[in-house]
C-alpha cells in the first residue's frame, strides 16, 4: 500500500469503532456519560488499529487487509450479539461452550487469514463495498448523534416535574419533634406465609418484632421483584415507567435504575427538612456515596463494552477463564469459588459492622438522621449456615435448601440491630422500618413465583406506638408516603396495591 491508501486504509479502520460507540450512544440516550464514551472510543481505536496493523503486516495489500481486519473487527465488537443469539436456542447454546467458541474463533481467523492469503485476486469489489458502507454508517450514526444531543437533547433521568411536585410540600410542622428514621432492607427476605407454606418453617421474627413493639404486616407486598425496580419505587413512591421485560433485567434497565436512585424523591424531602443522610445501602446517592460495599455498580459504558469478545468473556467465564483448559479445572475452580465467596462474607459482614457504627455516632446528635441500611445475608448466593458458620458448599444459584438457614441467622443479626439502635435511641423519637425487598427468587416456571415472589417482611416500630396509618395488605411502594404523612403532613394518597403492577413487564 502506497502512503496515500494507507491513510484511507487506517480511517476506515478507525470507523469501526467510532461507529460501534456512535450507535451506543444513539440507541441508549442520556444513559452513557459522553467523557466516559470518549474515552471508550479512544481505547476501541488503539484495538482496531492494532488489529488494523496486524491484518496489514500479514496479507500486504488494500482490499485483503481491509477484508481481513473488518473480519476480526466484526467478531470482537459483535462477540456479545453472537452470544446471545446462541442463547435462545438451548441446542446452541449447548454445542457453543466457551472452551469450544473461544479456540474456534481463533481457527477460523487463521483459516480466513489463510484464505484471503491464497486468493488469485483481491477482493476488490468487497473491500469498496466495506468502504461504502463503513462510510454510510458513520454519517448516518453522526446524523442521528447531533440531532438527539444538540438539537432534541438526551434525558437526563432524574427527578421528573411530577416527583418534584410531590415533595415540594412535604415538611415536618413547625414545632414537631423530627424522628430519626432508619430504614433496613433485609434483601430477598420473604413473607412468614410463604415460608410456611413452601418450606414448612415457622419463622419466629414476626412474634419476636411485635414483642419489642414493632407492627407487623402480615400480607406486605413489594411492587416488583427484582431489587432494582423494588428500591426504585420505594424510593420514588411511585410505580415506575417503561419497565420493558418481566423478571429478566437488562444491563439497560439496570443502568436508568441506578441513575435514578442517585437523585429520588425520599432522600431529597429528607435533605429539604434538614436531615443527615446516612447511606449505608449497596447503590450511591447524589451528594452520598455509600460508605458501605457497593453492589450495584453504575459503568454506563458496560452497555456497549459488554458485546466484545474480551468483556463478555471475562463477564461470562471471571476467574474461571483462567483454568478453561486446565486439567485440574474443577479443583482450581472450587478454590477460587471459595475465595470470592469469602470476599462476600467480609463485604457482608462490613455492612452490618458501618451500620452499627453509624448509629452509635449519631446518637447524641441534634440533627435527625435518615438511615438506609440493605443487608444482604438473606440474599443468593446463601453463604451460612443456621449457626452463623460459613457454608462453602454454596453456588450462585438460588439454592432453595440454603435459604432458610440462611434465615435463621440473619434473623439472630436483624434482632441484635434493632434492639442496638432501640438501646441507642431510647428517650429519643425515633422510626425503624425493616422490611424485605422482594421474596425469595422463585423461578418462572415455579407455581410460587406468580403468588409469593413478591410477598415480603414489612415492619415498622415508631417510638410513640402510633400505628394507626399503616395496614397489614400494604405496598412496600407506599411505605414513605405513608411515613411523611404521619410525621410531615404530606397528604399523599396512598397507591393501589394492584396485581398488574407486581411484575416488571
Known amino acids: 500500500m502506497n502512503n496515500k491508501t494507507r491513510l484511507r486504509y487506517y480511517l476506515l479502520i ?5 461507529f460501534i460507540v456512535l450507535h451506543g450512544l444513539n440507541e441508549l440516550p442520556g444513559l452513557i456519560a459522553i467523557p466516559s464514551a470518549g474515552v471508550l472510543a479512544v481505547r476501541y481505536a488503539l484495538i482496531a488499529l492494532a488489529i488494523g496493523i496486524f491484518s496489514a503486516l500479514i496479507l500486504r495489500d488494500f482490499p485483503r487487509s ?28 449447548a454445542l457453543t461452550p466457551y472452551r469450544f467458541m473461544l479456540p474456534g474463533i481463533l481457527a477460523l481467523s487463521v483459516l480466513v487469514a489463510f484464505f484471503l492469503k491464497k486468493l488469485s485476486r483481491p477482493p476488490a469489489r468487497f473491500a469498496r463495498l466495506l468502504s461504502a458502507l463503513l462510510v454510510v454508517f458513520i454519517v448516518l450514526e453522526s446524523v442521528a448523534f447531533v440531532y438527539r444531543y444538540l438539537i432534541v437533547g438526551a434525558p437526563d433521568h432524574q427527578l421528573a416535574a411530577r416527583d418534584k411536585e410531590t415533595i415540594k410540600n412535604i415538611h415536618i410542622p413547625s414545632g414537631s419533634e423530627k424522628p430519626f428514621v432508619f430504614w433496613i432492607i433485609s434483601d430477598e427476605y420473604s413473607a412468614s406465609s410463604v415460608m410456611k407454606e413452601r418450606w414448612g418453617y415457622d419463622n419466629p421474627l414476626d412474634s419476636q418484632l411485635r414483642s419489642k413493639g414493632f407492627f407487623v404486616a402480615d400480607s406486605a407486598m413489594s411492587a416488583y421483584n427484582n431489587t432494582l425496580y423494588s428500591v426504585s419505587s420505594i424510593l420514588y413512591m411511585r410505580y415506575l415507567d417503561s419497565i420493558r421485560n418481566h423478571t429478566v433485567v437488562d444491563y439497560a434497565d439496570a443502568v436508568l435504575r441506578r441513575r435514578q436512585l442517585k437523585d429520588n424523591p425520599v432522600v431529597e424531602a429528607f435533605k429539604r427538612n434538614g436531615y443527615a443522610i446516612e447511606n449505608h445501602a449497596i447503590y450511591d446517592l447524589k451528594d452520598h456515596p455509600t460508605v458501605a460495599v457497593k453492589e450495584f455498580y453504575s459503568e454506563s459504558t458496560r452497555l456497549i463494552n459488554d458485546q466484545t469478545l474480551f468483556e463478555r468473556t471475562r463477564r461470562d467465564i471471571g476467574w474461571g477463564l483462567k483454568h478453561i483448559f486446565s486439567r485440574n479445572k474443577a479443583y482450581y475452580d472450587s478454590v477460587d469459588n471459595a475465595q470470592s465467596l469469602i470476599k462476600l462474607i467480609d463485604s457482608r459482614n462490613r455492612i452490618l459492622q458501618e451500620s452499627l457504627s453509624a448509629a452509635e455516632r449519631r446518637r447524641n446528635d441534634a440533627q435527625p438522621a435518615f438511615f438506609m441500611y440493605h443487608l444482604m445475608y438473606t440474599h443468593a448466593p446463601f453463604l451460612f449456615k443456621a449457626d452463623g458458620s460459613f457454608d462453602f458448599s454454596t453456588d450462585w444459584e438460588n439454592g432453595e435448601s440454603k435459604y432458610i438457614p440462611n434465615i435463621n441467622y ?12 432501640m438501646r441507642m435511641y431510647e428517650g429519643r423519637n425515633y422510626v425503624i422500618i425493616l422490611q424485605g425487598d422482594h421474596g425469595f427468587k422463585f423461578s418462572e416456571s415455579d407455581p410460587f413465583f406468580e403468588q409469593a415472589s413478591c410477598k415480603i417482611l414489612y415492619s415498622v416500630y415508631c417510638s410513640d406506638k402510633d400505628y394507626a396509618l399503616w395496614n397489614h395488605s400494604l405496598n412496600a411502594v407506599n411505605s414513605f408516603r405513608i411515613l411523611f404523612n404521619k410525621y410531615f403532613d404530606a397528604r399523599l394518597p396512598l397507591l393501589p396495591g394492584i396485581a398488574s403492577n407486581i411484575f416488571p413487564r
Open 14 to 18: 478507525l470507523c469501526f469503532p467510532l
Open 66 to 93: 481491509l477484508t481481513y481486519a473488518c473480519f476480526l473487527l466484526t467478531g470482537f465488537f459483535f462477540f456479545g450479539v453472537i452470544k446471545d443469539f446462541t442463547r435462545r436456542y438451548d441446542w446452541l447454546d
Open 410 to 421: 440473619s434473623n439472630r443479626i436483624l434482632n441484635n440491630l434493632i434492639d442496638s439502635i
